[in-house]
């Protein structure tokens, strides 16, 4: 059987989490409920997990993206463990993130979750369509409209760091919480993000429905026109149209 992760339970102050730490509790006072908190797996753990195995745990179609990277982590040299120390201690983000990417499944909002959560690159900005509307709304409105790029998303953690400065990953993280449905709806009036005042944009007016409908003048006798250069009458759907 396999088990790709050991279970930390934080409401008896076990597995790393000291004695009369958070959710330790006490004979008086009843710990809080947290629930269970697990550690991530070792990519050595990993190693023994099949793609069948961790289908079955509920990874879907994730689960052969799980095992294709640990593949590709234990062919590093020196190993898995010493190449993502390498990438969390001597890369800067955009070269981690670039490295991440080159691992099977894994795009640039993932690669930038793991520089975040895993390499402490504090000014990673994972964006997605959350957090490209969240930036359209607030710091980018020239970029609405346009289609999600790698370009664009760099145009938007540049525009995030420009406000929040080195720690601009957190931040981030916080305004995507509190922008959650039922985080904002729990939130007093005062907390939550204010709405971008809508620009109305100025509309030049439509043509009248009941402008005439001007025809060249048909020349000589024939085709039904007068001659005299006056409007022939419109036919077909040029008629419906004047009407």
Known sequence: EVVPYEQNSIMDGGGGVAGGGVGAGSAEEPP??????YSFPTVSQLCGATEEALRGLGFGYRAKFITGSVAALADKAGGADEYLATLRNDLPYKEAQVALAELPGVGPKVASCV???ALDKHGAIPVDTHVWQLAIEHYTPALEGKSLTPRLMDAVEGAIVGVFGAYAGWAHN???IAELAHVR???PEELRTPPRPKV???KSPSPSKKSPLSLPPSGGGGGGGSGDGAEAKPK???AKAKE
Request: contains cysteine; charged residues 15%.
């Open 174 to 176: 916080t305004l995507f």
């Open 236 to 238: 077909g759907k040029a």
């Open 32 to 37: 809080l409920p947290l629930g269970d908190f």
């Open 115 to 117: 520089c975040l959560f």
């Open 200 to 202: 109305i944009k100025n």
């Open 185 to 187: 709806a729990a939130l």
